[in-house]
């Protein structure tokens, strides 16, 4: 078990959809993180929020949204995706954004067809 | 710029046999070190980290890593692996004054009964 909680674990959706990621956590942390993995990949950084502002964002393109309403949730909202931004998307959190020591949600596994 | 290296991509071993997964970085300055581990199906966890300190670090599961600065390697050791050892096992470091974490690319542990 982990104490980063993600929903959903499973999500199909069409190009023209919208649809969200969501993330909490209650371990105190005030850095999070969204990374992209595909199989048999280390993750990829997407974006980091330290103290609930974006501190990184990876190049990533728009039709990837990121917000973090508060110091426990983490969103990421999905629009007109392609099929190749199917991936397992994984979040994360850190007492700080300085450790590197990471505690990872079980990710949300993302198909576009 | 921060660079990891793991030179094994695919290791497979008998149960009872000794494990030893090379890992490398390059960065001119402090760092912190990282093993994670994610066996199949599971989500990404810390299987140990370096700081500072001792070089010899013990982590969960019978697992060690030495920090040789002079070699900037971080490798780890298993003196007898099991079964459940199987999976995937990344190398991360993060430089003291860097914004990321970065992934080695991982190295597949297949551990045969």
């Known amino acids: 078990d982990t104490e980063v909680t993600q929903t959903p674990k499973h999500l199909v959706m069409g190009m023209t959809n919208k649809k969200s990621l969501k993330c909490e956590q209650h371990m105190g942390h005030r850095a999070m993180y969204w990374y992209k993995q595909k199989a048999k990949k280390p993750p990829e950084l997407m974006f980091v929020?330290?103290?609930?502002?974006?501190?990184i964002n990876e190049s990533v393109p728009s039709r990837f949204s990121p917000e973090c309403p508060n110091s426990s949730l983490l969103n990421l909202h999905l629009h007109a995706l392609q099929p190749e931004d199917s991936a397992l998307y994984l979040c994360a959190s850190s007492q700080d954004s300085n450790t590197g020591e990471l505690f990872f949600g079980e990710g949300s596994r993302l198909t576009v067809l | 710029a921060q660079s990891v290296s793991q030179h094994n991509h695919h290791v497979i071993l008998s149960e009872a046999a000794s494990l030893e997964l090379g890992c490398n970085y390059s960065?001119?300055?402090?760092?912190?070190l990282f093993w994670y581990v994610q066996y199949p199906g599971q989500h990404l966890q810390l299987l140990l980290k370096y700081f500072s300190g001792d070089p010899l670090v013990k982590g969960i599961k019978g697992f060690e890593a030495e920090f040789i600065k002079s070699k900037f390697s971080f490798n780890l050791r298993k003196p007898s692996v099991q079964w459940s050892d199987t999976a995937e096992y990344f190398c991360a470091v993060k430089g003291q004054g860097a914004q990321k974490l970065v992934f080695g690319q991982g190295t597949r542990l297949t551990i045969n009964p």
């Open positions: 929020y330290s103290y609930e502002k974006l501190s």
């Open positions: 960065y001119g300055g402090t760092v912190n």
